[in-house]
């Protein structure tokens, strides 16, 4: 009965946010909302229902910052006061993270940083043997970055059991389909040692269920996802990478969210 | 300085084991072969393998996690290599990453143009939130391990190679952002920075056995902040301000924005040429090649004087 509930509420959340995100990028005139879409159910069941104290996350892919602000403000982390400010003149929150707003790890407008920083953190846990998962969120594009592909040797060589990387298997990237397959990029995870899976990226139940297991290696989940999921006109369309959705479609998309 | 650099870590290292710490780490490319087998031996030593851009953003992590990080590979794969990564995830977070890099200037002259790192104190200097040294000898590597725990944030210690040799004896009053006077003098001034600061005192010396007392020596051993203050006050009066450097123009620029608006002095610079370096040699060979040799700086100086 209580699982009912907080599932419900899960869902709630995400109605509830998607909406919030169609006003806002229209507002702030601000990009990236397809992705944003894409990741949000991601980051509401980490920090809703997975997340402790000691755990961290990086939202490598930077460009979804707007889903993290929106999150971390329903979280109450970020304050009414300060997520009032995006899209104006002075405000603290850009379109991509930025250092120093409380809730935010790393500044990751670049992509193929995170899973490094994580690595990191995760590693020095492991040293002095302290607690905590490092939840690190990639985009499918992203682990094209050699960088990422470091990251992922290093993170292997290293059994760090307690670093869960989550890939938000969305096919786009910002010009094209994701041009390496997610098929490809599990290969090569599964190869430098780390537990793989493929994972529904929209299914609340099936998230936590598996964000919550770690094993004694690095994870990777391929979280099979939609750009723009929730707002039909939307859908897999690779232009709301880029467009903010106009005035007038503020209300004919917000009446669609279910 | 290498050695310098890893048997004073190797001491810090020890002492937090003394006292069952774990908080200072060294993590390499890779590299160290003959330099850090002692490190190695007290389980602090981390090979990052060859992935530079890897290895800054896990120390930035580490750092996070309250580790205190050095970070170790031959300049050009540890500052040029993994730039983006410094800036956003090392300086922005303003995280005490320690930046130790190896083969300053033309250290590695018969290693090839990609080895030598002419512009890295440009780049380390245009990088907000990060402190840059530049030593002149191994004594000061070994201040600098001292000091170095009282900045917070990121630091690059650009290091020679092995075998440089101790040019004063003034380790003991080194500040970090402080220039140091190691030759008081009336009428020329040499400000240097890294491993040339024993041209510019081999010069002074030159010059002063000729007229004694006219030449002065003020050695930046850190780059950022630059003590601007101090250049300018030592070019008060002076008839000639020289800068002598193992960069293409870096301390020439910084030192000229400091005297800027004092008329009286004739400027002179000795830097490497903006290009790459197409001759092989020992350092010695490759400085005298681009008239940076003691008897060149020292005979364009007495041009200037004589004019
Ligand atoms: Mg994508």
């Known amino acids: ?258 | 300085m290498r050695n310098t650099f890893s048997r004073e870590l190797l001491k810090i290292i020890a002492e937090e084991q003394g006292r069952n710490e774990s908080r200072t780490w060294l993590m390499s490319g890779d590299l160290g072969f003959s330099a850090f087998e002692a490190i190695r031996e007290t389980g602090r030593f981390i090979n990052a393998g060859i992935s530079e851009q890897n290895m800054i953003g896990v120390a930035s992590g580490m750092a996070k996690e309250g580790k205190n990080v050095f970070v170790y590979s031959i300049i050009p794969f540890l500052l040029y290599r993994t730039f983006e990564q410094i800036r956003n995830d090392v300086c922005y977070p303003n995280l005490p990453v320690r930046l130790v890099g190896t083969g300053a200037g033309l250290s590695y002259s018969d290693a090839g143009a990609t080895h030598h790192p002419l512009e890295d104190l440009k780049v380390a200097d245009s990088l907000p939130s990060m402190t840059v040294l530049s030593p002149s000898d191994p004594k000061e590597v070994e201040a600098f391990m001292r000091l170095l725990k009282g900045v917070k944030g990121p630091i690059y210690l650009r290091l020679a190679r092995n075998g440089d040799p101790v040019l004063h004896d003034r380790h003991g009053s080194m500040a970090i952002g402080k220039a140091l006077r190691l030759v008081k003098g009336s009428k020329v001034l040499i400000v240097s920075t890294g491993i040339v600061t024993k041209t510019a005192l081999e010069v002074a010396g030159m010059l002063n056995s000729e007229d004694d007392g006219i030449a002065e020596v003020i050695e930046i051993h850190t780059f950022k902040p630059f003590d601007s203050e101090a250049v300018r006050s030592a070019a008060k009066g002076k008839d000639i301000v020289a800068t002598i450097e193992d960069n293409t123009g870096a301390l020439e620029n910084k030192v000229a924005v400091s005297i800027a608006g004092l008329q009286e002095q004739k400027f002179i610079s000795f830097k490497l040429p903006d290009q790459f370096t197409h001759i092989s040699g020992t350092k010695e060979y490759l400085f005298e090649a681009y008239g940076m040799g003691p008897r060149d700086v020292f005979n364009r100086i007495k041009g200037l004087l004589d004019e």
Not at chain 1, 11 to 22: N, P, S, Y
Not at chain 1, 115 to 124: D, Q
Not at chain 1, 142 to 164: I, P
Request: net charge neutral.
């Open chain 1, 1 to 258: 009965m209580m699982k009912m509930t907080s599932l419900q509420e899960l869902k709630a959340i995400g109605t509830e946010l998607r909406k919030e995100l169609v006003v806002k990028h229209s507002e702030a005139k601000m990009a990236h909302i397809g992705s944003d879409l894409s990741c949000l159910d991601i980051m509401i069941t980490l920090y809703f229902r997975v997340l402790g104290k000691d755990d961290h996350f990086i939202l490598s892919k930077g460009h979804a910052a707007l889903a993290l602000y929106a999150v971390l403000h329903k979280k109450g982390i970020i304050t009414d006061q300060v997520y009032g400010t995006l899209g104006k003149n002075g405000s603290m929150l850009g379109e991509h993270p930025i250092y120093g707003i409380k809730g935010i790890e790393a500044a990751t407008g670049s992509l193929g940083h995170g899973l490094s920083i994580g690595a990191g953190i995760a590693l020095a846990k492991k040293l002095d043997g302290s607690k905590g998962t490092v939840y690190v969120l990639l985009s499918d594009g992203e682990c094209q970055e050699g960088s990422t592909l470091e990251a992922m040797n290093f993170a292997g060589l290293h059994k760090l059991g307690n670093l869960v990387a989550i890939v938000d298997s969305n096919k786009f990237q910002a010009y094209d389909r994701t041009l390496i397959p997610d098929s490809q990029v599990q290969k090569e995870f599964d190869t430098a040692g780390w537990t793989t899976k493929r994972i529904p990226g929209h299914d609340f139940i099936e998230l936590e269920s598996n964000l919550r297991k770690t094993s004694a290696a690095p994870t990777l989940y391929i979280a099979d996802t939609v750009l723009g999921k929730g707002v039909s006109d939307m859908e897999d369309k690779l232009e709301w990478h880029y467009k903010s959705p106009t005035k007038e479609q503020v209300d004919e998309f917000v009446k669609k969210i279910k």
